[in-house]
Each structure stands twice: as C-alpha cells, then as structure tokens.
C-alpha cells in the first residue's frame, strides 16, 4: 500500500529564514499532494496542494514542488515568521482518500 | 455550519466502556473521513464515506471500531470495549465529492482519553 515518509521531524529556524520540508510517496498512481497545517489544539488546514501535472506551485510564501520521477514533494516557506510555527503534515493520494507523513514539527524563532 | 464540527471536544472514560464521537460535516459535502492521531504521530486513517456508496472500512483497527453515516449528513464513530491504547485524537474530514477533487476540510478533533 502507499507509505509516506516526511523529514525532518523538527526544524527550527530564525524569523526571516526559509524551511524546507520533504516528503517521499510509494505508490507510482499517487496524483494529489496536499499540504496540511496543524496549529495546537486544531484540526488540520489545508495551506497549498498540487497535483501531478504540474511540477511548482506558489502562493505568497509558500511553494510546493514535485518530482513524480523519484516520487518526492517539498514545501518551501521563505521569509518566515513566528506564527508559521505549527505540526506540517505531507499526504499523497490513494484511490480516494489520504495517506499522511508523520508531520514536521516546525519552530520559528524571533 | 460554516465548517465540520466534532463533539464532543474531550472524552474521558474507563477502559471496557463504550464511546461515541459525532461529526457534522459541511453540509453539501458528500464525502466524511475519520481519522486517528496519536499523541506526536501522523495522521491514520480509519473509515471514508462516500454518498450511498459502501464505506471504505479498510482502516479500521478491530472489530470494536465501528462507524456509521446517515445519508450525507452525520457520522458517528463508535469505540467498544475501549482500550487504553485506543486513547488519541479522532479527527473527522469532509470533502466535497469523492475522487480528492477538492481536498478535505478538518473538524477540531475529540480528544479520547481511556483510563
């Protein structure tokens, strides 16, 4: 079945730096690849998606791209700031539901 | 609602007793996940519902976990003989259609705590 795997598990980064998070998906027929944010106490939020016919997509800070080839996806968050500090979670399609990673606990500090 | 609700929000209960969490997703959504979070862990899925289609069952841990859907409107997930295992945060998510054209939208989650 697919498995998703995510790293790193923590990053901590300065206000105003960039964070990367990466995450690798088994299953070739994978084609939706969301982006969730996680903030104490809440459900996940959606915060970018992309699908597989397209290798970028930005909106404002954040950028997610994809590599179907070595089945690889990244987010990108530039310029951050401290309330971008949440759990991140990656998922890949399967059929029709969502396969999570194990989330990335990101800290920004000011 | 304007988003999925879940009650309720926190549920303390013995180990051995019953438990029923509620989802009402956002009404029109004809699609309703569950899913289980354990303390610092991904996200694990459990039950999808989708229309009056047969429920994709695939991930429901054992025989105690079992969950229904009255039409397109609320679920309830039900947890017999509860574990402490069984503790963790059970998320409910609608979307909506099937098919992941939209992606899904979270409730807040209930807390399950079995002591």
């Known amino acids: 079945g697919e498995n998703v795997e995510q790293h790193p598990s923590t990053l901590s980064v300065q206000e105003g730096d960039s964070a990367v998070i990466k995450c690798t998906y088994s299953?070739?027929?994978?084609?939706?690849f969301p982006w969730y944010k996680q903030e104490l106490g809440k459900g996940p939020q959606l915060i970018i998606d992309i699908r597989s016919n397209v290798g970028e997509k930005k909106d404002q800070r954040i950028a997610v791209t994809l590599n179907k080839t070595a089945k690889h996806f990244s987010l990108h968050i530039t310029e951050t700031q401290p309330e971008d500090s949440a759990v991140y979670f990656c998922?890949?399609?399967?059929?029709?539901?969502?396969?999570f990673g194990t989330g990335t606990r990101l800290q920004v500090f000011p | 609602g304007a988003g999925v609700s879940q009650s309720p929000s926190n549920k303390v209960t013995e180990k051995g007793k019953d438990v029923e969490l509620r989802c009402d997703p956002i009404s029109g959504h004809t699609a309703l996940y569950w899913y289980r979070q354990r303390l610092g862990q991904g996200l694990e899925f459990l039950i999808y519902f989708q229309g009056n289609s047969a429920p994709d069952k695939s991930g429901l841990p054992s025989d105690r976990f079992s969950a229904e859907r009255t039409g397109e409107s609320v679920s309830t997930l039900t947890i017999q003989r509860t574990q402490q295992e069984d503790s963790a945060v059970y998320l409910c998510?609608?979307?909506?259609?099937?098919?992941?054209?939209?992606?899904?939208?979270f409730g807040s989650g209930t807390r399950l705590t079995v002591v």
């Open positions: 998922a890949a399609s399967k059929t029709d539901k969502l396969i």
């Open positions: 299953d070739s027929a994978s084609n939706y």
């Open positions: 998510a609608s979307s909506p259609s099937g098919g992941l054209d939209y992606g899904y939208t």
